[in-house]
């Protein structure tokens, strides 16, 4: 198990290329308190050396007395021809989670890019994971291009994605650019929720909202139908409007155990 780090303020933390038989262990064992002893899809020690020599980034945040507690680790590629990250993994110790690490991590994350000439970024989150929904929308202002539907199939990242499917939203991050998301809960726009049982009940107004669950991780073990349940509508839900075009325009995470929205509207048509 990762320690949990001391009482301390953010600034504590830091953060560093993982290198090192060290580093690089604690990464693994990350990952497994992550994503389960059975996580199929582990990044190798090989693997998180090599890529820091071709322009990959993997990042540590270490506490005070060196034990990790975060990382992110990504690649770099190609996209109509100019240069863009795949952040393929951020992971923080569940003790330290909602405590500014895995903001810290993506904003190191940044400034390496820059300075290496990068100005974007990609990657993918369960969008019934309102943590993550929370940082990258809200915090970090990234902007979402894709809805990906069940995205890794039969080989999921981990067992919880096993229980209810891996549905992505997949984001895009200006990394020169500023935070735009709108956070306001915008009760005036009708809500999707798990009421909504097929297409025809998806309400059609100039603004929408879609309910996550406050907590799906802790769902999917106390009640996993009912988790299958909010995957099956928001899946339904985000294909639909996507598809007319509707953009996600914020986030507003709801109250300890209440549920957090998406708000998406629909792009005026172009004149």
């Not at 909504?196 to 909202?209: F, N």
């Not at 769902?219 to 985000?238: C, I, N, Y």
Request: charged share 25%.
């Amino acid at each position: 198990m990762v320690a949990a780090p001391p009482p301390g303020p953010e600034s504590d933390l830091d953060i560093r290329p993982l290198t090192g038989h060290g580093d690089l262990d604690q990464c693994l064992d990350l990952q497994r308190a992550t994503w389960g002893e059975g996580f199929r899809e582990l990044v190798p020690p090989a693997m998180l050396t090599i890529v820091q020599h071709v322009g990959g980034v993997a990042l540590g945040a270490f506490d005070a007395r060196d034990q990790l507690v975060g990382f992110v680790f990504g690649v770099t590629g190609i996209i109509d021809g100019q240069p863009v990250h795949w952040s393929h993994m951020l992971a923080v110790d569940e003790r330290c989670r909602d405590q500014g690490v895995g903001r810290q991590l993506k904003t190191a994350q940044r400034d390496v890019l820059l300075e290496r000439g990068v100005a974007r970024a990609r990657w993918s989150f369960d969008p019934l994971v309102a943590r993550n929904a929370y940082l990258n929308l809200v915090r970090l202002g990234t902007e979402v291009v894709e809805f990906v539907e069940d995205m890794y199939g039969e080989n999921p990242m981990s067992v919880t994605d096993s229980i209810i499917g891996s549905d992505r939203l997949i984001v895009e991050w200006d990394l020169i650019g500023p935070v735009t998301a709108d956070t306001a809960e915008a009760a005036d726009a009708p809500l999707v929720a798990l009421e909504h049982g097929s297409a025809d009940d998806l309400p059609s107004a100039p603004r929408v909202r879609i309910a996550v669950p406050r907590d799906i991780q802790v769902l999917k073990h106390r009640d996993p139908e009912r988790a299958r349940m909010w995957r099956t509508v928001t899946s339904r839900a985000f294909r639909h409007y996507i598809a007319l075009g509707y953009r996600v325009a914020g986030f507003h995470r709801g109250r300890p155990g209440a549920r957090s929205t998406y708000l998406l509207g629909a792009v005026p048509a172009s004149t």
